[in-house]
């Protein structure tokens, strides 16, 4: 994919904090990873602060997402195949 825009994507929360990111993540979602920042997602590198917490829920992943001069969104989006490569990340 490469680029966040052209993505179907929910906004589930806007000008968040990493760590209100992480919480919600970790509070709404029965399975999610950690990652640190740099780790790449659908060609795009997350940035943040450590741990990034990224969500999974089926086919749906949830994920912290900085856009310059806007501020840091939670968002949702469907994709199969990330998915599938974000949980054997976590075995």
Do not use: W
Not at 17 to 42: L, T
């Amino acid at each position: 994919m490469g680029c966040v825009e052209s993505m179907n994507y929910e906004i589930l929360m806007r000008d968040a904090s990493f760590r209100e990111c992480r919480d919600y993540i970790k509070q709404h979602f029965k399975e999610s990873i950690d990652v640190q920042p740099g780790f790449k997602i659908f060609d795009v590198y997350l940035i943040g602060v450590p741990p990034i917490a990224i969500g999974l829920d089926a086919d749906f992943i949830v994920f912290p997402y900085t856009k310059p001069c806007h501020g840091t969104f939670l968002l949702r989006v469907e994709d199969t195949a990330e998915a599938a490569r974000l949980r054997t990340l976590k075995k």
